[in-house]
């Protein structure tokens, strides 16, 4: 009798610290990510000056960022973008990069929103940032930085236990000033930029779509 109530005792303390530990995993292992992605951009054309037009669709747009998770559902991440786009049809020619530093706040619904399926999860963020534009070729002396605003959202599928696709929309707000006079603005840029990018997530710090 002494030896069954013992025996049930321990089951019952290993299970407890089985749950436990899983529990404790669950929450460690989703705190660090790295993300990388490649995409398209599309500049609001009042970013540009008269005679100059960008094309509505460009390619490439890259995205790297480092992502931490205080909490199951918040977090923030620095990430850095690079993007370039190009003349339309109906433009003077210019090629400008337009690249990006932000650290942005991180929140996931996902575990608010039942209906999902389990590989699924979406991912919020926002936060400001600082931009340089450059344009290349004739008008390389136009360079320009300024304020931003960038906001989105993810859409993951997991893969395994430690990477995740995923798709990501953002709106990159630019908060820059006009431009006085107007030749400094040839080739260069101080408007919105919209991006679509397809990249993967991978789990430093453990897995990401533990049991």
Known sequence: MTSNYKLQKFSVVLMALLCFTDVCAQRD?????????????SPSQSGFVTGFQGKSVNFPTVNLGIQHMFKRQFGAKFDFGFNRFSNDGNSTEFKTNYTRLNL???????ESIGFLPRRLGLVTHAGPGYSSVKPLGNYGANKVSLINFMAGFEVHYGITQRMSAFVDTSYILGLGSKFDPITEGYGSFNGDLL??????????????YCD
Do not use: E, H
């Open 104 to 110: 942005q706040f991180v929140y996931d619904p996902t």
């Open 195 to 208: 991006t679509i990018t397809f990249g993967l997530t991978f789990s430093i710090s453990g897995c990401q």
């Open 29 to 41: 292992t989703n705190k660090w990510k790295a993300q990388i992605a490649l995409g398209i951009n």
